[in-house]
C-alpha cells in the first residue's frame, strides 16, 4: 500500500521510546483529526524507523499514543510492502503459528522466539480518513500483528512465555537503556 510519497519522508528523526515507559503499555486512542499534523507524525514515524533500520514501528515508540504505525516489510513471496495505516483494527490473524525471531526497536538489539500467526489481516484508515484493508502472509504479518500489539500497549515480550522470557527480561534489564515494568 502507498500514499503518496510519504515514505520518501521529509520527516524527522524522533527519540525512540523504550521498554519500561507507560506509553508503551497503555492502549493508544484513535486519531480523530486528520490534518496536516497526521501527516507530519507519519513523516516523522517513516524518518525514524529507517534511521534505527527497522521494519515497523508504532506511534507509541516515538511518544504519541494514537493509533498509527508505518512499515516497509516483506511478506512469504519476497514482495515488498510499504505504507501506514490509520486507526487499525486486526481483524484476522490465522493459519499457522510459527515461533520466529522477533525484536522491537524499543528493545534495541534484543529478540525472542515469538508465536505469531503466518497471515494477519488489518483494516484502517488512511490519511484522508478513507478505508484500508491489508493482508499479510510470512513476516509482513507477524509485522502487522507486532505494531497492532503496541497500539493496544502489548509488547512483544508479553507474547513470549517461559524462559524465553525471563531470559529477554533479564537482557533488557542489563542493557544500557535497560527499566523494565513487566
Do not use: A, G, S
Given at each position: 500500500m502507498r500514499h503518496g510519497s510519504i515514505p520518501g519522508s521529509s520527516g524527522h528523526v524522533?527519540?525512540?521510546?523504550l521498554l519500561g515507559d507507560p506509553v508503551l503499555h497503555r492502549p493508544c486512542a484513535d486519531v480523530t483529526d486528520f490534518g496536516p499534523s497526521l501527516t507530519r507524525l507519519v513523516e516523522d514515524m517513516f524518518a525514524t524507523m529507517y534511521a534505527a533500520q527497522g521494519v515497523g514501528l508504532a506511534a507509541n515508540q516515538i511518544g504519541e499514543a494514537l493509533r498509527v504505525f508505518v512499515y516497509d516489510c516483506e511478506d512469504d513471496d519476497d514482495v515488498r510492502h510499504v505504507g501506514y495505516v490509520v486507526n487499525p483494527r486486526l481483524v484476522e490473524a490465522d493459519g499457522?503459528?510459527?515461533r520466529g525471531p522477533e525484536g522491537c526497536l524499543s528493545l534495541p538489539g534484543l529478540e525472542a522466539g515469538t508465536p505469531r500467526f503466518d497471515h494477519a489481516r488489518v483494516e484502517g484508515q488512511d490519511l484522508h480518513g478513507d478505508p484500508v484493508v491489508l493482508h499479510g502472509t510470512g513476516w509482513f504479518a507477524r509485522c502487522l500483528q507486532h505494531e497492532?500489539?503496541?497500539?493496544a500497549g502489548t509488547v512483544y515480550t508479553d507474547r513470549v512465555t517461559g524462559w524465553r522470557r525471563s531470559r529477554v527480561l533479564r537482557q533488557a534489564a542489563k542493557a544500557p537503556w535497560g527499566k523494565t515494568s513487566r
Open positions: 524522533r527519540p525512540l521510546t499457522v503459528v510459527i497492532c500489539d503496541h497500539l
